[in-house]
């Protein structure tokens, strides 16, 4: 299909603090998101109805009706659009699929017709807020306020998905706690060195009952902690997908080499 194309790249959490509950239910967070180089590719056009197809390497079971993120984010714009949504990325992964591919279309049909994206996007879902700005960010509340952080390093990193979905809700309610401490004060300029002393300090806590629904994330982090290199493995947003980073490209893709198990997914990535 022609028509506008649009990237939206994969969402890591570096570290994702639960600090908080509100009286809906949704948790508080204090996060710090990177963006990585791959993504899902998306073409749109204005059309006289509402249309998806669906295709590429991540397409299975990845609904094609109103449901679709894409569709939804068309109709929050106000648009007729026929969208091709060319899968890349695992879904149901922790690592914002569907909110990236949703923010792409927000910021793809704001630019096309003129009309903001109402409210940052948050009523298709609290990652699609940070999937706009795409870029490092701090993301606070329940996903709503994102702040730009620039003077982050790239990372050399590899990812790692060991073939499981994890529903997102599931693993906020196995939470033991929701009160838990925020992360400490990123340093301004950091470096690579100085940004894995201070991530080693900080938690994803979401890990412990992520791997309590699907125990495979564990054999994944100590999959990943192995490899030649390795500065930190960690697992992103409500998981599967963990991540290890590394010094530098060479060493991540050595890792990505190592990590070839039947059904896992793998990507030596630049995460900025
Ligand atoms: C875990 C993260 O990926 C971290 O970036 C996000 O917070 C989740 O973002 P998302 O998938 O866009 O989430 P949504 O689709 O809004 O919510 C899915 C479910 O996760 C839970 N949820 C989500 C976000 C949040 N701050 N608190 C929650 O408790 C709710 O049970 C909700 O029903
Ligand atoms: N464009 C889309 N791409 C992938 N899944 C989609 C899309 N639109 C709707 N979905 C549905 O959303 C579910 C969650 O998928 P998604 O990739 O958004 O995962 P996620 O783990 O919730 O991401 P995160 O928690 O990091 O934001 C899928 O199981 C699928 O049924």
Excluded at 224 to 248: E, K, V
Aim: charged share 15%; proline share 7%; with cysteine.
């Amino acid at each position: 299909m022609t028509g506008t194309e649009v990237f939206a790249s994969a969402k890591i959490n570096l570290t994702l603090h639960v600090t908080g509950q509100r009286a809906d239910g949704y948790h508080l967070l204090d996060s710090l998101v990177v963006f990585a180089d791959i993504g899902d590719r998306l073409w749109l056009r204005m059309a006289q109805e509402p249309d998806l197809s669906v295709t590429g390497p991540m397409a299975a079971g990845v609904p094609t009706g109103p449901e679709n993120l894409v569709l939804r984010a068309a109709a929050l714009m106000g648009a007729q659009a026929e969208i091709q949504l060319e899968k890349h990325l695992p879904s149901a992964a922790g690592i914002g699929g569907g909110s990236s591919d949703a923010a792409a279309v927000l910021r793809a049909l704001s630019g096309m017709t003129g009309r903001p994206v109402p409210d940052q996007g948050l009523a298709l879902g609290a990652d699609v807020p940070v999937c706009l700005l795409a870029q490092a960010a701090m993301m606070r509340g329940i996903g709503e306020q994102v702040e730009a952080v620039t003077d982050l390093p790239e990372i050399a990193a590899v990812l790692v998905n060991p073939g499981v979905e994890v529903p997102t809700g599931a693993v906020f309610k196995g939470l033991a706690r929701k009160d838990n401490p925020p992360m400490t004060q990123l340093p301004v300029g950091v470096d690579l060195p100085g940004l894995v002393t201070w991530l080693a300090q900080q938690r994803n806590d979401l890990e412990a009952p992520a791997r309590a629904v699907q125990p495979v994330i564990g054999t994944a982090l100590d999959a990943i902690a192995a490899q030649a290199g390795c500065l930190l493995a960690r697992m992103s947003g409500s998981g599967a997908t963990c991540f290890g980073l590394f010094a530098d490209a060479e060493q991540a893709q050595q890792a990505a080499a190592g990590l070839n198990r039947p059904g896992w997914w793998v990507r030596a990535v630049a995460l900025r």
